[in-house]
T-cell receptor
Framework: ETGVTQSPTHLIKTRGQQVTLRCSSQ?????VSWYQQALGQGPQFIFQ???????GRGNFPPRFSGLQFPNYSSELNVNALELDDSALYLC?????????????FGEGSWLTVV | DQQVKQNSPSLSVQEGRISILNCDYT??????FLWYKKYPAEGPTFLIS?????DKNEDGRFTVFLNKSAKHLSLHIVPSQPGDSAVYFC???????????FGGGTRLMVKP
């Protein structure tokens, strides 16, 4: 139990649609990162939010966007869904700078694009 | 370009024996390394980490070794238990950045 909760756990969308995934970070954590894990691969960094500001972005197109709210919860939005967006989306919360034992992952949201 | 590689997609070990999982990296700016364990339908769980100023870190049955000159790290599990069966990810953190770079994972199967 990491205290990081994600919703929904599973969803199916049609190509071209938009999706919003949500994450509640562990209490006291002000930093949220999002990762995409395709089948058979390791997680890939999408972006990070720190105190409601984007604080770094991986190699993902602008149709991947996010928000962090004053309570430090976060949303990941993906527009114009493509089949290759089918993956497990992981949210990770931490406090301030990253160090291994303070990064907590949620159980993920499985997105299938058909 | 994969900056963190786990070249063995799977490993099978007998219960009670040692499991050795390997990881190689290419980016010399990485200065903090972590191992995560992942069960199906769960998020990755932090296992153990090591800073680049050390060459070994131990926590119970788990030991991580870092060879900076070879850009190689390994995770040793002794003794292996059936409950250790999971996918193990190696990850690296560049202290100049704010992201973890993960390897592709190694599936460990510990047979009773």
């Amino acid at each position: 139990e990491t205290g990081v909760t994600q919703s929904p756990t599973h969803l199916i969308k049609t190509r071209g649609q938009q999706v919003t995934l949500r994450c509640s970070s562990q209490s006291g954590h002000n930093t949220v990162s999002w990762y995409q894990q395709a089948l058979g691969q390791g997680p890939q960094f999408i972006f990070q939010y720190y105190r409601e500001e984007e604080n770094g972005r991986g190699n993902f197109p602008p149709r991947f966007s996010g928000l962090q709210f004053p309570n430090y919860s976060s949303e990941l939005n993906v527009n114009a869904l493509e089949l290759d967006d089918s993956a497990l989306y992981l949210c990770a919360s931490s406090f301030g700078g990253l160090s291994g034992n303070t990064i907590y992952f949620g159980e993920g949201s499985w997105l299938t694009v058909v | 370009d994969q900056q963190v590689k786990q070249n063995s997609p799977s490993l099978s070990v007998q219960e009670g024996r040692i499991s050795i999982l390997n990881c190689d990296y290419t980016n010399s700016m990485f200065d903090y390394f972590l191992w995560y364990k992942k069960y199906p339908a769960e998020g990755p769980t932090f296992l153990i980490s090591i800073s680049s100023i050390k060459d070994k870190n131990e926590d119970g049955r788990f030991t991580v070794f870092l060879n900076k000159s070879a850009k190689h790290l390994s995770l040793h599990i002794v003794p292996s238990q059936p409950g250790d069966s999971a996918v193990y990810f190696c990850a690296a953190f560049n202290n100049a950045g704010n992201m973890l770079t993960f390897g592709g994972g190694t599936r460990l199967m510990v047979k009773p």
